[in-house]
């Protein structure tokens, strides 16, 4: 059984910061085999990617609305994922999820097989 544990969600004033935690564990789970992404589902709308990074090389990919705000970011030994998140919006609110894809599949797509239940980030104005 695999698990995606995510923290450091809260309410913060625009401008301000989060860091968000993934913790994924399973009896043959690692994170150097996966690569990690963040999504995020505000309400009444549809979750939407926000960030990936590849397994081994570390190579990110952002959304356009949070390029040069957020940095994704892993340490593969301690099987944690990390999204800093800086100079937040309002329309940042959102629950945040940490998934898991295979290294093949296409960044941001459709292709996550794991899945954590999310960390509430609220920004207010």
């Known amino acids: 059984q695999v698990q995606l544990i995510e923290s450091g969600g809260g309410l913060v004033q625009a401008g301000g910061s989060l860091r968000l935690s993934c913790a994924a564990s399973?009896?043959?789970?690692?994170?150097?085999?996966?690569?990690m992404a963040w999504f995020r589902q505000a309400p009444g709308r549809e979750r939407e990617f926000v960030a990936d990074?590849?397994?081994?090389?570390?190579?990110?990919y952002y959304a356009d609305s949070v390029k040069g705000r957020f940095t994704i970011s892993r340490d593969n030994a301690k099987n944690t994922v990390y999204l800093q998140m800086n100079s937040l919006k309002p329309e940042d609110t959102a629950v945040y999820y940490c998934?898991?894809?295979?290294?093949?599949?296409?960044?941001?797509?459709?292709?996550?097989?794991?899945w954590g239940q999310g960390t509430q980030v609220t920004v207010s104005s």
């Open positions: 990074i590849t397994r081994s090389h570390g190579i990110t």
């Open positions: 399973g009896r043959t789970f690692s994170l150097y085999t996966v690569a």
């Open positions: 998934a898991a894809r295979p290294p093949g599949a296409v960044a941001g797509g459709s292709q996550y097989d794991y």
